[in-house]
């Protein structure tokens, strides 16, 4: 008797479609490859694609069915077939709209499995019957109901309900408000339509407040796109929008230190970013603070600390100084600006040193910057916002004696050029204020390495333009004084221009 029942269960074994070959049950693939093979002949399945991943092996087909069949076809307004269970309410959905979410139609499958001793062979009539060909012959479907829990704080029911509400018409507007619940509902449902679609919604409407959710978002559902566009936007907009907002103390640390990184980042100049910075660590400390301080309620804070020992050798700070190893403080050259840098003892006195000596050293050397090697990461930076009042824009740059002028010009509605060119301490329109903080060298040729970069973000992606990485010795005639011109066309505004450059050995 044991014996007769041990073999019964081995043998026993699902009809698949109106075939005679059978699989065995309870396992996803047992290994019977007829079998398979003829069940994937029934339900018009790639025999191969089985193969690779048997689990799955229905759920995808039948996706592409119902989008294939019915994604032109009215909204189904007859009796619900599906009951879904979830956030204490009863979702009434059809079977049709159902299999766009994986986790749905694994639910659906499940419960229609647990029903019926052929579940195959049901899931078969299924297709036939939801086949518009055959709309005539149509049987009421058996009412299945299926419970999903979730615990994702992120998912409200307005959100969950929108997701839903997804399955049957494609054009549904995503509020930014309730972007981050509607993204982590499609997660959750495995609605890879609707959530590219989050993504994308996400990524286009990107500002301050939002950032930070947003980020964490992508973190946590691991998803590169969006986090990806967190990091794009905030190497152009740190400086000229975060930097002078409340929101820019809520920027996670991870995501600033990529940013600090990266050669793609904008600014005004190294000092501006500086300053953007020591503002983040005000605004960490001062917490309860609502509004922006003066930058002179910054500078007296940082110098409140006693003196015998720099912010960042404190405890407070020690988190605090990956993020400023990024920093470019050789790119600090104005006599001002040096001189704050000494008196918030905010920095190390090591570190303060190292500055000096390269200034004295490229001073002492008619401005080479022996210790400079690689444009991306050692670069000084300037940078020029390109608004759309902006015909003509041109801001004076001075670096170990020598003077340029950026400078970006309209032609028309779509097309912009950028150049920079050297400029005689003489023609500058405030001499005297310049000489005050600034060197003056008398060299008739300045050897230089740049480059120049302009991006512009249209339709919610990045366009980047850029030189190549030049030599050129500029002089102060006309025919020598001028770098190469960067030409771009673009819709986008503003337009985000840096100029990065170092003075190789001549």
Known sequence: MIMSNMHKARLERRVTGSTNRWRLPKQPFSGDLLSLSQMCKAL?????????????????????????????????????????????????????????????????????????????????????????????EKSPAKRIIISLKINDPLVTKVAFATALKNLYMSEVEINLEDALGVLASAHILQFSGLFQRCVDVMIARLKPSTIKKFYEAGCKYKEEQLTTGCEKWLEMNLVPLVGTQIHLHKIPQDLLHKVLKSPRLFTFSEFHLLKTMLLRVFLQLNYKIQAIPTYETVMTFFKSFPENCCFLDRDIGQSLRPLFLCMRLHGITKGKDLEVLRHINFFPESWLDQVTANHYHALENGGDMLYLKDLNTQAVRFGLLFNQENTTYSKTIALYGFFFKIKGLKHDTTSYSFYMQRIKHTDLESPSAVYEHNPVSLRAARLVKYEIRAEALVDGKWQEFRTNQIKQKFGLTTSSCKSHTLKIQTVGMPIYVSFAFIFPAS
């Open 44 to 136: 018009s399945i790639d025999f191969e694609e089985a193969l690779r991943n048997p689990d799955r092996l229905c759920i995808s087909q039948i996706q592409k069915f119902f989008f294939e069949n019915f994604k032109n076809k009215d909204i189904q307004s007859g009796e619900a077939d599906v009951i879904l269970e979830c956030l204490g309410f009863k979702w009434e959905l059809h079977q049709p709209q159902l299999f766009q979410s994986e986790t749905l139609a694994k639910l659906y499958l499940k419960a229609l499995a647990q029903g019926t001793t052929h579940p195959l062979r049901e899931l078969e009539e299924l297709l036939r019957a939801q086949s518009p060909k055959k709309t005539k």
